[in-house]
């Protein structure tokens, strides 16, 4: 399992503030879970080797599917990177070039590398 932090960045790769913590079996699923969050090509990423969420989850009704909750009390590992320095942070694979980007894209958003 791969576990990556990730940073968004703006047009001169400064962080913007944004941050998150991702996780999956392959660097598609890690393109997959960022592209939840906002743009795959505009983020910097650093493996994760400690980290966590924790939060509280409370049910709208009692017939709660689980998408029908209230999070709250959230809280995050003290082992967050600084995403304000640029020790450790990278460029995930996919932004390489403008070919590898758009491969990547079509394979996790319509399962072929093609048009």
Same mark, same amino acid.
């Given at each position: 399992?791969? =576990?990556?932090?990730?940073? @968004?960045?703006?047009?001169?790769?400064?962080? %913007?503030?944004?941050?998150?913590?991702?996780? /999956?079996?392959? #660097?598609? +699923? *890690?393109?997959?879970? *960022?592209?939840?969050?906002? +743009? $795959? !090509?505009?983020?910097? *990423?650093?493996? =994760?080797?400690? !980290?966590?969420?924790? &939060?509280?989850?409370? $049910? &709208?009704?009692? %017939?709660?599917? /689980?998408?029908?909750?209230?999070?709250t009390e959230l809280e995050i590992t003290e082992m967050?990177?600084n995403q304000f320095e640029s020790k450790g942070w990278?460029?995930?694979?996919?932004?390489?070039?403008?070919?590898? @980007?758009?491969?990547? @894209?079509?394979?996790? #958003?319509? /399962?072929?590398?093609? *048009?």
């Amino acid at each position: 399992m791969l =576990a990556y932090w990730f940073r @968004f960045v703006n047009d001169d790769g400064e962080p %913007t503030g944004y941050m998150g913590l991702v996780s /999956g079996y392959s #660097h598609d +699923d *890690i393109y997959l879970q *960022i592209d939840e969050f906002g +743009d $795959p !090509g505009r983020v910097e *990423i650093q493996t =994760a080797k400690l !980290g966590g969420v924790c &939060w509280k989850e409370t $049910p &709208w009704e009692e %017939t709660c599917t /689980g998408e029908e909750v209230d999070r709250t009390e959230l809280e995050i590992t003290e082992m967050v990177p600084n995403q304000f320095e640029s020790k450790g942070w990278r460029k995930p694979k996919w932004q390489n070039s403008e070919e590898e @980007f758009t491969k990547t @894209f079509l394979r996790v #958003h319509t /399962g072929s590398e093609s *048009i």
